[in-house]
């Protein structure tokens, strides 16, 4: 996402407070065996003409331009027409949840599992197609079969060349709290990204250990409002290293030539906090009117034409799907980590209550 990100975190925020007073409107019925023969057409690259014609709305808070690509593509092979909106997951999410029954968005396609997942708690989403479910690992969608896993990326280290080398680079996400980064180190708290990393560390240190982690990243970090501002930062010296997913780094490269980079990518310890392998998911909501199309754009999202299109993009994350590899990254998804499953990260409500109790947001 580009922007400010400190906004769209307090909008994720928001979305729990929402969550307590915003009663859920009348859903409709999940898809049916229309959208069932639409999925398992779309699976195979060919869709149905049963969806020709159809409207289509999604909202997205995936990478626009790889976006605009997908959406292109479908409505070529299906003849629905798709009006895209794209914007903050957070923000989207919330939106969606104060529409209720009302809501123009069919599709909602997010960046990170915490969105899909307090959407999903509150019924507002149909379920799946079983066929795409089947596209991809059961552990990278929901458990309830509600969204499916269209993506992944991983959380990385970014430092500064110059300044120091990879056999410094921290081994744990948690020595970045230590008095040895005092001064050095860079945050972008404010990221929605950001806030899964604290779900696991809570899982593994506990509450207390975690909000104490928080506190010395305070002190030891200048805060930056996103990954873009922090991992030029750090390519301009202004400190030495930071915490980002890992495709922040490649389009610094595009945007700056390679000539120009001063940093490089290091990965956590697998299992360490840090090392986290996450998913983009995107769902039917149950309110739409138009279940069959929508159904056939999650079918679509898990085919090899748009998982080629993922794989090949400028987003440079990891495809899900067998038989489709992102060769324009230095490490293979099964070099970088196990995708955490949905579940672990849950809905990021005690990551963004720390986040405020430490001061970082």
Known sequence: MAGNHVRPLMALGALFVSLTVVGCGSSSSPAGSSAQASTASASSGAIGASVAGQPLTVYSGQHQQTVEALVKDFEARSGVKVQLRSGDEAELANQILQEGSASRADVFYAENPPALTNLEERGLLAPVGATTLTAVSANDSSAKGDWVGVSARTAAFVFNTDKMSASSAPASVRDLAGPAWKGKLGVAPGETDFAPIITRMIKSEGQDATKRWLEGLKANAKVYNSNEDLVAAVNRGEVQGGIIDHYYWYRLRD?????????????????????????????????????????????????????????????????????????????????????????????????????????LL
Do not use: R, W
Request: proline letters at 5%.
């Open 255 to 359: 945007e700056v030539g390679a000539g120009k980079v001063h940093t490089a990518l290091h990965y956590f310890t697998p299992g360490d906090p840090g090392a986290l392998v996450d998913v983009s998911g995107a769902a039917v909501l149950s309110a739409s009117k138009h279940q069959a199309a929508a159904q056939a754009f999650l079918a679509y999202l898990t085919s090899t034409s748009a998982q080629t299109i993922i794989a090949t993009s400028q987003s440079y994350e990891y495809p899900l799907i067998t038989g489709v590899q992102n060769t324009k990254v230095s490490q293979p998804l099964a070099q970088v980590g196990t995708v955490a499953s949905p579940a672990e990260l849950g809905d990021g409500k005690q990551a963004l209550q720390l986040l405020q109790d430490a001061g």
